[in-house]
């Protein structure tokens, strides 16, 4: 399931105990914690680029730019909200005229948030040759054009001008806009890195072969080692402490060097301890950095005095320029969050975007965020967690929220028919992958194969009463027919139970079972299944277990058996249920979690805590989700994954195991992807 070590956001956590019951008399003895790998989600696309206007924050996301008010609320700007192109190639702020610039694969556009209004500006040769206007259609006869040049697979650069228009950084160099759509080539023909206009309306262009500086009258001056610039590969560019301006990047040997300057006066340094920097912004005086290993702040003055008997922290050697101030480099208190890709600032804090947890906005100096800009697509309307994996990097996930997601190298895009709410997944015995979804008007639940990314309809519905059906499970059973819970809501929009669906899938065949237990008469081939059955679990081609809001119920051939708050159990109101191979029975409570061998129920006094959900391991590991996070049950201990230990939430809803061994968690607004 591993993304390539540097897309990670993952955290090696140790499982440290915590006790769920009563303390024992006597401390046991100290084991070696064992780790887990954690990966954390709550947007399924990273973060490429973030412009702060005010309090406003525009995100680019690649298909569309998320613009947040200063209220939190949120507006889409995509191809569906009048973008000429459905993906965001360049994105730059006119802080003086409060606009935004948007470059797309269909045309260029600039938002302004003063008039709240989206102007596109007309297209041209050029912006047809760097991909950036739509593309031609075939002539009705003849042959068809020339192929338009392919969209970068990065994000271009790109800076507002100091004359209202903007410039654009692209392999084939740097090329001007005007606000009237007259697009125009310049000098610069190697290809731009990166783009930063300063305070004095100088621009800055970073190339894979040097520096080079346009002064405002349109003079240009390559930056080198001459200067004091050994930056020769430019990665990123911001001001710098003071009036300068700096440049991060490599040499020409392939080592990260840090180039401080204005002008033609230019200084350069290494980092000691050599750590990558990875993205950087200009606030309040200083320089903050994101690095491999954190925060890191940079101004003018000198450093603080050297602890004794400790090291003196990083610092910044000058290896190449003049003298000039002193400079600073101090850690900040905040921890960087998993998969931080991209910095900025506004008024007031940092913003941090991140590979799948969206924008932290965080305090300078403070060691907590003060919240997250963040859409939790996934996890908008969620109500189920279905996961199905076919190979430890291509994974279906559903939680009852509008399409599924298809998870694919750490990566998850959206699939399944638009607007459909996709309430479960499911594998037949023979391994095929099938659907059940709800159209968004619609009263009935559909099922669709799944091969690949194709959604084929299958001529089966399940309906019930009332209106917008949901699905509490699907389960493929022991003969080869999925037992599907089924709940509607009834015209005062509460949520209702009825029962199970049981679909055959050669056949197309369903069959209802939602009989209440007090029905005196059933009819012919209704299975005896209570109507708030909520989940269920198979133990061979025969027996079935249920938990229900009647209590747990044992299905054997027709034969029923309940155990309910008068025949053993200490809360009959059931959330989940599963079966071990050798027959053992767990059922999950608002009380607890209670277990049955075969003859009588227990129930743990460790285990004595609300549980939403839960699932059994190959290990015999019981995970639970609680409200205090996810609890795991070896047979011994309870020991607990928390937003201390790298969740990000305490509150966990579902719990799925997939076909690797691998715990899937949702909370209200996010999913974790545990290996053991």
């Known amino acids: 399931m591993l993304p390539r070590p540097s897309d990670r956001c993952a955290v090696l956590l140790g499982l440290a105990l915590v006790?769920?019951?009563?303390?024992?008399v006597t401390r046991p003895p100290q084991v070696p914690r064992a780790k887990v790998h954690l990966r954390a989600f709550t947007?399924?696309?990273?973060?490429?680029?973030?412009?702060?206007?005010?309090?406003?924050?525009?995100?680019?996301?690649?298909?569309?730019?998320?613009?947040?008010?200063?209220?939190?609320?949120?507006?889409?700007?995509?191809?569906?909200?009048?973008?000429?192109?459905g993906q965001v190639l360049a994105m730059a702020g006119d802080h003086r005229r409060g606009r935004v610039w948007i470059a797309t694969d269909g045309g260029l556009v600039y938002?302004?948030?003063?008039?709240?209004?989206?102007?596109?500006?007309?297209t041209s040769p050029i912006a047809a040759d760097l991909g950036l206007a739509p593309r031609a259609a075939s002539p009705p006869d003849g042959p068809p054009p020339e192929p338009a040049a392919p969209p970068p697979a990065t994000p271009m650069p790109a800076a507002a001008a100091a004359d209202d228009g903007v410039w654009l950084g692209h392999a084939r160099g740097l090329f001007y806009v005007s606000r009237r759509g007259g697009w125009t080539s310049t000098p610069i023909t190697d290809p731009v890195t990166a783009l930063h206009a300063d305070a004095r309306d100088w621009l800055w262009i970073g190339t894979d072969r040097g520096l080079i500086g346009r002064d405002p009258?349109?003079?240009?001056?390559?930056?080198?080692?001459?200067?004091?610039?050994?930056?020769?590969?430019?990665?990123w560019i911001v001001d710098g402490p003071g009036a300068a301006v700096m440049a991060v990047g490599e040499d020409r040997d392939g080592h990260q060097r840090i180039a401080i300057g204005a002008g033609g006066q230019w200084r350069s340094f290494k980092l000691s301890p050599s750590t990558r920097w990875l993205?950087?912004?200009?606030?309040g005086g200083r320089v903050v950095v994101a690095a491999s290993d954190g925060l890191y702040a940079v101004s003018e003055g000198p450093g603080p005095a050297p602890a004794p008997l400790q090291r003196d922290g990083v610092r910044l050697l000058p290896v190449a320029g003049a003298d000039g101030p002193a400079l600073r480099i101090e850690r900040l208190p905040a921890t960087l969050p998993g998969g931080a890709r991209v910095v900025a600032a506004d008024e007031r804090d940092l913003l941090i975007g991140t590979d799948d947890l969206g924008v932290a906005r965080q305090p300078i100096d403070s060691a907590q965020p003060l919240g997250w800009l963040r859409r939790a697509?996934?996890?908008?309307?969620?109500?189920?967690l279905t996961v199905l994996c076919s190979s430890k990097d291509d994974c279906w996930v559903a939680t009852g929220a509008p399409r599924a997601w298809h998870w694919q190298a750490g990566r998850f895009t959206p699939a399944g028919p638009v607007d459909d709410v996709v309430l479960a997944l499911v594998r037949s015995r023979d391994g095929k992958l099938y659907a059940f979804h709800r159209p968004p008007l619609g009263n009935e639940i559909l099922l669709s194969a799944v091969d690949g990314d194709t959604w084929s309809p299958l001529p089966v519905q399940l309906v019930t009463p009332g209106a917008r059906p949901e699905v509490s499970f699907a389960k493929a059973s022991g003969d080869g027919s999925v037992w599907v819970g089924l709940r509607y809501r009834d015209a005062d929009d509460d949520l209702r139970p009825w029962g199970i669906a049981a679909v055959d899938l050669d056949t197309g065949v369903v069959a209802y079972?939602?009989?209440?237990?007090?029905?005196?008469?059933?009819?012919?081939?209704?299975?005896?299944?209570?109507?708030?059955?909520?989940?269920?679990?198979f133990l061979g081609s025969d027996e079935v277990w249920m938990a229900s809001h009647e209590g747990a119920a044992r299905l054997d051939g027709i034969d029923l058996t309940v155990w309910n708050e008068g025949a053993q159990l200490e809360s009959e109101l059931l959330n989940a249920v599963a079966v071990s191979t050798g027959g053992l029975v767990f059922v999950a409570s608002d009380v607890g979690v209670g277990t049955f061998d075969g003859e009588r129920w227990r129930f743990p006094p460790a285990l004595h805590f609300p549980t939403h959900d839960l699932g059994l391991d190959r290990a015999g590991r019981l995970w639970l989700a609680t409200d205090r996070g996810l609890a795991i049950y070896d047979g011994k201990r309870v020991r607990?994954?928390?937003?201390?230990?790298?969740?990000?939430?305490?509150q966990v809803l579902d719990v799925a195991i997939d076909d690797f061994g691998r715990v899937w968690t949702r909370g209200p607004g996010s999913l974790a992807v545990i290996t053991p």
């Open 217 to 235: 009258g349109g003079q240009t001056v390559a930056i080198g080692h001459a200067q004091g610039c050994d930056v020769v590969s430019v990665r």
């Open 111 to 122: 938002y302004d948030t003063k008039a709240d209004t989206l102007e596109i500006i007309p």
């Open 377 to 384: 697509a996934m996890l908008d309307h969620a109500s189920s």
């Open 279 to 283: 993205a950087g912004t200009a606030t």
């Open 640 to 650: 607990r994954l928390d937003v201390r230990r790298g969740m990000i939430e305490n």
């Open 513 to 537: 079972h939602h009989a209440s237990l007090d029905t005196a008469e059933r009819k012919l081939g209704v299975l005896p299944v209570p109507t708030s059955v909520v989940d269920v679990a």
């Open 43 to 85: 947007e399924t696309t990273p973060v490429r680029g973030i412009v702060a206007l005010g309090r406003e924050v525009f995100v680019d996301k690649g298909a569309a730019v998320e613009r947040w008010r200063a209220d939190g609320t949120l507006v889409e700007l995509s191809a569906a909200h009048g973008l000429p192109g």
């Open 19 to 24: 006790s769920c019951g009563d303390p024992p």
